[in-house]
């Protein structure tokens, strides 16, 4: 178990120009690299050009993206082309498919309006015969023209004189079916516009509105062939200009440019430099002979202007628990890092709050569903199961404590007990922290001794926190003071580091001591945990018969659940964040970050592998 956040290797890779983009999609899809380009070379890959075909690219997007097949990302034939060549070829290859594809487009897009045209003529004519309405009277005369119109606004209801109007209802929103006369229709839309209406005239098809239904279904057939005529078209469009495959180099530039700002090449070769978690290079090897590319992978020293990015590699068990640290940040380079230690502290202390062998199980089984869609929820599982042991601990199953003896005490019979053991604990745990920044100080001056302020600092908890216990100890404490006061003095050599160093010692005291004092929110929230749970007891033996007893048991088990989990878990945090991390931990560090998979890499080996 490493207690610190691992760095990441400098690596450097050479590979021909022409296969620099294929080659940087490889390494994005191990998951494992994160770029940062080398400065110092002149020349690099036409990244400008490149940005200009990818901004055509876009716009054509978003006129004919619904048009478009799914993109292909193999490059075959063009494994000789620069970056910027292969994208123009591309593009133009979507240029000529754009002349040639037009017409069945517009014709495409003609067809599902007038699709959309037939479902709103069925469901209007159906809400008009269903309120009975006599469809025939709908038949257009010379001076009456039939307007249906769709989504007014809520609440309004336009009035126009001269104009026979009625209200209806479709499945998509309210309608008004009006017979306005010839001298009137321009009034009648203008009014209509203005309340965001669409109107609808009587199309010529629907010549006999008492058989709508027949009509509508033959117009429908009739669109339905001609639309999979102009599909099959377009299909042939689609494959005659190869668009899937060009698509792919687009996409392909367009995930390059997100991610790459700078990418350093001469005439025939490409560099590509940044950080990786690999222990060895096998695996970027491996992962361009698969690309087909041909590379020389090499983890030579970093640039000394350049800080390694920061990792933290656990097991399953412990991953869940990072969330706490990286509240914080990531821990820096010479500084713990304490997420394996968590997944012991977190689940004793929330346990210890909430123990009871019924609840405990319900958030373990809780957290079992929901980590398959958020991982972090392996906490409630872990935390549930903790619950599930103090629980027996305490005799308690779903707040009854008749069910099981218990294996140590009931908490309410014993409160002081219950309240010393978490203030050990907590003496312990800041111990522990006090430990963790002395280590941390031997890595940041591995020569030197400023831990020895630290030790000092330490003897002087012990000597203050005994001192309660047996008044000799006061003198362990004064002792501490003289080693503090030495290890400061050995940082500094002058007396003024040594005042200053007093002072912060006076102000560090202080709050170490009120943080021991903060963790008898343990066992007092463990206290009312059982009170709570004896009060939702006592209530439903109030009732007097069974089903009232089961009714209240469960309604008070529920609100325990809820009110008692959010709390102690908030309390927990608290503890974690500001009275241990406090002692050792800054989160100086900068994640690894790497590069976001490529649209060509299939990310489900990946994500199988880390989960």
Known sequence: MSLRPVPARWFEIVVPRTSCVIALEALAATGEVELEMREGRQQSLRLDVMREQVAHYDKLTRRYQTWWPEPVFQRVGQEDLPPESVLDTALQHIEDWQVDADTSINTLESLRSQ?????????????????????????????????????????????????????????????????????????????MSLAHAVCRDLPDWLQDVTDFEAQIAA?????????????????????????????????????????????????????????????????????????????????????????????MRHSSWVRPFEVFTRALGIPGRDEADPSALLAVIVPLMFGYMFGDVGQGAVL???????????????????????AVLFGALFGSVFSLENLLPPLWLHPLSDPLLLLEIPLIGGVLLLTLGIVINGFESRWRRPGGFAWVGDAGFLVIYWGLVGGFLNSGLFMLALLGLLVYLLG????????????????????????????????????????????????????????????????????????????????????????????FFVRFLQGTGRPFRPVPFPPSANRSDHVQKNS
């Open 115 to 191: 699709r959309e045209e037939c479902q709103f003529w069925r469901e209007a004519l159906t809400a008009l015969h269903t309120a009975g309405i006599e469809l025939s009277l709908l038949s257009r005369g010379e001076f009456l023209s039939v307007k249906c119109c769709c989504q007014l606004p809520e609440g309004s209801q336009p009035v126009y004189e001269d104009v026979l109007s009625l209200p209806f209802y479709t499945p998509t929103g309210a309608c008004l079916l009006a017979l306005v006369p010839g001298n009137r229709e321009g009034v009648f839309m203008r009014g």
């Open 219 to 311: 117009r429908e057939q009739a669109i339905a062939a001609e639309d999979a005529q102009y599909r099959e078209q377009l299909a042939d469009i689609n494959q005659r200009h190869d668009m899937p495959s060009a698509l792919g180099e687009l996409e392909r530039g367009k995930w390059l440019l997100q991610h790459v700002d700078n990418l350093p090449a001469s005439a025939h070769l490409s560099w590509l430099t940044g950080w990786t978690t690999l222990e060895n290079t096998e695996p970027l090897d491996k992962a361009l002979e698969k690309a087909g590319v041909r590379g020389l992978v090499h983890f030579p020293p970093a640039p000394t202007d350049k800080s390694p990015p920061l990792r």
């Open 364 to 386: 373990a089984v809780a957290g079992l569903i929901l980590q398959r869609r958020w991982p972090v929820a392996r906490i409630l599982v872990i935390c549930g199961g903790a």
């Open 488 to 579: 400061h003095a050995e940082r500094g050599r002058m007396l003024a580091s040594m005042l200053g160093a007093l002072a912060h010692l006076i102000e560090t005291t202080f709050q170490i001591l009120i943080n021991t004092l903060s963790f008898l929110r343990v066992g007092a929230f463990a206290l009312a945990h059982a009170g709570l749970s004896s009060a939702v007891i006592s209530l439903a033996e109030t009732t007097g018969n069974r089903f009232g007893f089961v009714v209240i048991l469960v309604i008070g088990n529920v609100l325990i659940l809820a009110i008692e989990g959010l709390v102690v878990s908030i309390q927990t945090t608290r503890l974690v964040l500001f009275e």
